[in-house]
C-alpha cells in the first residue's frame, strides 16, 4: 500500500508542476547597475527561461552594454546570445550617457575583465524578429532601456506583434518627477518616438513607470544579506551597487536606492504583487513635454487624430515592495 501511495503522490506532484514551465523571455537591456541587478535575478529565477538578450544605449553607450551583457553571462556562467543594438534613437537627440549614476564602466566603477564571449553577427531587431518568429506566442520581451530596438523589429516584421507573448517595459512618470525632466524618465526620453511606438502598438504590453519601481527599495541591509549569503552573484551586486547608492545618497535618498529594472522583471515572474490599470498611450515626440507618457483612461475618437486607433494597454500602479524583494533574494540566494 505505501508503495502504491508514493506513487500516487509522486504522479500528482509531476502532473501539479506540468503547468508551471518557465516564461521564455528575451531581455532588451542598457546595464548599467539596476539592469544587472535585473538581469542576474532573471538568470536566477526559477519561473523563467532567457532565451537571450539585446543591448541598446542608455544607461551607457551601446558598445558598452553589448560588452557588459557578456560579462553578466559569465557572471551567472549561462551561454545565451547576445545581439548588439541601435546607438542613437530613431529620430531625436541622443542623451548624455549617465556615467556620474553608473560609473564609466557602468557597473560602479569596478572594472571588470573583458569577456571572452562574443556578441551575434546580427543586429538587435533581426535577432528579436527571428526568435519570436520561431516561436510564435511564447516569447516576452523585457524592455529595460530605451525601445529603439523593439521599433526597428516591428518595422522589420508587421507580423511581429500577433507572435509576442508580451511586452514588459520598464519607464515612464505619471504622477512623480521624471529623471531627466520634469515629466519624463530615461527610458522614455531616451528615444520618445520608439516609445510611442512601442507603447501605441495592438499587442498585449504592460508598462511599469517610476511610480511603480520607487515604491520598492533596495536597502544597505538587503545588500549586506545578498554579499553574504549570494555567492559571486552576490558580492557582484553588492559591489556594483555601492557606486549607484551614492549617487542615491547624494540626491537626499539616505538607505539604499529605488529598485527599477527588478521590479519590472518581478512583474514578468508574479503580476498578482502589483495592482494595473487599463490605459491609451501615447508619448509626446517634440517640445518641452518631449518623452511625457499621457495615459487615457478612455478613447473614444471615430475620427482620424493623434488618439484614433489607440489601443489599451496595461500600467502598474501599486505593488507590493516587500514581496519583491523577497522574491529576488529568495532566488539570489537559491532558497
Known amino acids: 500500500?505505501?508503495?502504491?501511495?508514493?506513487?500516487?503522490?509522486?504522479?500528482?506532484?509531476?502532473?501539479?508542476?506540468?503547468?508551471?514551465?518557465?516564461?521564455?523571455?528575451?531581455?532588451?537591456?542598457?546595464?548599467?547597475?539596476?539592469?544587472?541587478?535585473?538581469?542576474?535575478?532573471?538568470?536566477?529565477?526559477?519561473?523563467?527561461?532567457?532565451?537571450?538578450?539585446?543591448?541598446?544605449?542608455?544607461?551607457?553607450?551601446?558598445?558598452?552594454?553589448?560588452?557588459?551583457?557578456?560579462?553578466?553571462?559569465?557572471?551567472?556562467?549561462?551561454?545565451?546570445?547576445?545581439?548588439?543594438?541601435?546607438?542613437?534613437?530613431?529620430?531625436?537627440?541622443?542623451?548624455?550617457?549617465?556615467?556620474?549614476?553608473?560609473?564609466?564602466?557602468?557597473?560602479?566603477?569596478?572594472?571588470?575583465?573583458?569577456?571572452?564571449?562574443?556578441?551575434?553577427?546580427?543586429?538587435?531587431?533581426?535577432?528579436?524578429?527571428?526568435?519570436?518568429?520561431?516561436?510564435?506566442?511564447?516569447?516576452?520581451?523585457?524592455?529595460?532601456?530605451?525601445?529603439?530596438?523593439?521599433?526597428?523589429?516591428l518595422a522589420l516584421e508587421p507580423d511581429l506583434p500577433r507572435n509576442v507573448k508580451r511586452v514588459v517595459a520598464m519607464g515612464g512618470v505619471l504622477q512623480v518627477m521624471g529623471n531627466v525632466s520634469p515629466v519624463a524618465s530615461a527610458n522614455i526620453l531616451g528615444d520618445a518616438h520608439a516609445a510611442d511606438i512601442v507603447l501605441g502598438t495592438p499587442w498585449d504590453v504592460i508598462l511599469v513607470p517610476a511610480d511603480t519601481t520607487r515604491q520598492v527599495r533596495v536597502t544597505d541591509q538587503w545588500l549586506q544579506g545578498i554579499r553574504a549569503n549570494g555567492g559571486k552573484q552576490g558580492e557582484f551586486i553588492h559591489d556594483i551597487s555601492r557606486f549607484y547608492r551614492d549617487f542615491y545618497r547624494r540626491g537626499g535618498v539616505n538607505d539604499g536606492f529605488y529598485n527599477h529594472d527588478p521590479t519590472a522583471m518581478a512583474f514578468v515572474v508574479d503580476q498578482s504583487l502589483f495592482l494595473t490599470e487599463q490605459r491609451a498611450i501615447r508619448v509626446v515626440t517634440d517640445g518641452i513635454g518631449i518623452g511625457d507618457v499621457i495615459a487615457a483612461k478612455e478613447v473614444h475618437y471615430k475620427v482620424a487624430g493623434p488618439w484614433y486607433g489607440i489601443p489599451l494597454a496595461t500600467i502598474t500602479t501599486e505593488v507590493d515592495a516587500k514581496g519583491v524583494m523577497q522574491m529576488l533574494e529568495a532566488a539570489l540566494i537559491g532558497r
Not at 118 to 125: I, K, N, T, V, W
Request: hydrophobic fraction near 50%; charge should be negative; proline fraction near 5%.
Open 1 to 153: 500500500m505505501r508503495r502504491i501511495t508514493d506513487a500516487m503522490l509522486m504522479t500528482l506532484l509531476l502532473l501539479s508542476n506540468a503547468g508551471t514551465a518557465a516564461e521564455k523571455i528575451l531581455i532588451d537591456t542598457d546595464p548599467g547597475v539596476d539592469d544587472a541587478l535585473a538581469v542576474v535575478f532573471a538568470f536566477a529565477s526559477d519561473d523563467l527561461e532567457v532565451v537571450g538578450l539585446t543591448t541598446i544605449f542608455g544607461n551607457v553607450e551601446t558598445q558598452l552594454a553589448t560588452r557588459n551583457a557578456l560579462r553578466l553571462l559569465d557572471i551567472v556562467n549561462v551561454d545565451v546570445p547576445v545581439a548588439e543594438g541601435a546607438v542613437k534613437p530613431l529620430y531625436s537627440k541622443k542623451l548624455a550617457t549617465p556615467d556620474f549614476v553608473h560609473g564609466k564602466d557602468g557597473f560602479g566603477e569596478i572594472y571588470l575583465p573583458e569577456s571572452r564571449r562574443r556578441p551575434l553577427a546580427e543586429s538587435a531587431a533581426e535577432f528579436i524578429v527571428r526568435t519570436v518568429m520561431a516561436s510564435p506566442g511564447e516569447i516576452t520581451l523585457v524592455v529595460l532601456g530605451p525601445m529603439t530596438n523593439i521599433a526597428l523589429a
